[in-house]
Antibody
Framework: QLQLQESGPGLVKPSETLSLTCSVS??????????WGWIRQPPGKGLEWIGS???????YYNPSLESRVTISVEASKNHFSLNLNSVTAADTAVYYC???????????????WGRGTLVTVSS | EIVLTQSPGTLSLSPGERATLSCRAS???????LAWYQQRPGQAPRLLIS???SRATGIPDRFSGSGSGTDFTLTISRLEPEDFAVYYC?????????FGPGTKVDIK
């Protein structure tokens, strides 16, 4: 059964870079059928897609965050990572990683999801 | 960007009742590329429905989805205690992928 696990610092200072890793177990990140995504959820609020990456390194980003986001993949370690720079308090959220279906002509739904990790931006 | 609006914001019902949740898109969702997720308190979202009407693996048949174009519906035929949660719709027909603000189903 595929499982995803987010890891990284729970506290980041304003203006610094938020860095998280999603470790994938029970399946290969190099599958041709899937992208791998990051989604976040501020406390008490809704969900926001951040971006998605293919094992080859091809990426899609949300334009609202694109100038500050980098998503990378290390297939040999079966994990992918999120870097978000110049963070502010507005970036405080639970960050989830998830597998995303990749059909021949579209990217699909997210399933399954990791349990999420809370990142607080504060000095 | 496609903006999704969900209504009502909160739905107060009793176990055994039927729940009808709406998701409306600001423009047509290509090929009904719409998913529904359930999020219980303190948990990650769980996929319920993809392609507007296809139940995900292991999802009970009391959950059903319908709709096309700009109007979509999630129906829970008979609410079980574990169904009281927040439900989100998400479109994947065009970039950026977007989620609705959610409908909370709580116990009356």
């Amino acid at each position: 059964q595929l499982q995803l696990q987010e890891s990284g610092p729970g506290l980041v200072k304003p203006s610094e870079t938020l860095s998280l890793t999603c470790s994938v177990s029970g399946g290969s990140i190099s599958s041709s059928t899937y992208y791998w995504g990051w989604i976040r959820q501020p406390p008490g609020k809704g969900l926001e897609w951040i971006g998605s990456i293919y094992y080859s390194g091809s990426t899609y980003y949300n334009p609202s965050l694109e100038s500050r986001v980098t998503i990378s993949v290390e297939a040999s370690k079966n994990h992918f990572s999120l870097n978000l720079n110049s963070v502010t308090a507005a970036d405080t959220a639970v960050y989830y990683c998830a597998r995303q279906l990749a059909s021949g002509w579209y990217l699909g739904w997210f399933d399954p999801w990791g349990r999420g990790t809370l990142v607080t931006v504060s000095s | 960007e496609i903006v999704l609006t969900q209504s009502p914001g909160t739905l107060s019902l009793s176990p055994g009742e039927r729940a009808t949740l709406s998701c409306r898109a600001s423009q047509s969702v290509r090929s009904s590329y719409l998913a529904w997720y359930q999020q219980r308190p303190g948990q990650a979202p769980r996929l319920l429905i993809s392609g507007a009407s296809s139940r995900a693996t292991g999802i009970p048949d009391r959950f059903s989805g319908s709709g096309s174009g700009t109007d979509f519906t999630l129906t829970i035929s008979r609410l079980e205690p574990e169904d009281f949660a927040v439900y989100y719709c998400q479109q994947y027909g065009s970039l950026p992928f977007t989620f609705g603000p959610g409908t909370k189903v709580d116990i009356k």
